[in-house]
């Protein structure tokens, strides 16, 4: 039964059903269709979800190993000596939330070891569906600290604090304000 027909999702993890047709060429390929998800049962509506989630925790997992890797050889620098109180702290914060992410973004591995067999797929997605969002936001964290950082040392603090607000603003309109509008649109205008 679809979703249209009345019947109700699954739980927190539940998405809308996407499949290379809706997608479109592009932000004016019109609303997905409404039976996207006919003849699809909860259970394969629960994997795709999560084979969905792997995909995305895979993507920000590599980012972020990347920029960790890059945060852990910086106080073998010799520059890493001039570097002032404020900056020693972001840089000690920066790496801290860089190795948070990596424990969230594996806890999600410990979910499915602890939860394999159970048939509570539902409660995997769900929990996996909110820790996507944290995660999200604070790697936007990671990356206007790390921009912060480098534009302290290299040019001055004011120019530091502007380039991380400018680049959070951006963060903001490209990961929630365009996909919630991109949302709004494809639901027909409901919240």
């Known amino acids: 039964m679809d979703a249209a027909a009345g019947q109700e999702g699954t739980g927190a993890g539940d998405t809308p059903a996407r499949d290379d047709a809706d997608r479109g060429p592009g932000p004016d390929a019109g609303p997905p269709s409404r039976d996207d998800r ?67 973004l594996l806890s999600t591995v410990n979910l499915h070891r602890a939860l394999f067999g159970l048939h509570v797929k539902a409660t995997l997605v769900g929990h996996t569906a909110a820790i996507i969002p944290l995660a999200t936001a604070l790697v936007g964290l990671v990356l206007a600290g790390t921009l912060w950082l480098v534009f302290d040392l290299v040019l001055d603090r004011t120019a530091s604090l502007v380039v991380a607000a400018a680049l959070l603003v951006v963060e903001a309109v490209l990961w929630a304000a365009y996909p919630l509008a991109l949302r709004r649109r494809a639901l027909g205008g409901r919240p």
């Open 38 to 104: 006919h003849g699809e049962t909860g259970n394969q509506r629960l994997d795709r979800n999560w084979q969905d989630m792997l995909q995305e925790l895979r993507v920000m997992q590599a980012g972020i190993q990347i920029l960790a890797g890059f945060l852990l050889i910086l106080p073998f620098q010799r520059r890493f000596e001039e570097l002032d109180d404020v900056q020693v702290t972001v840089y000690l914060c920066l790496l801290c939330l860089s190795v948070l992410i990596q424990a969230l």
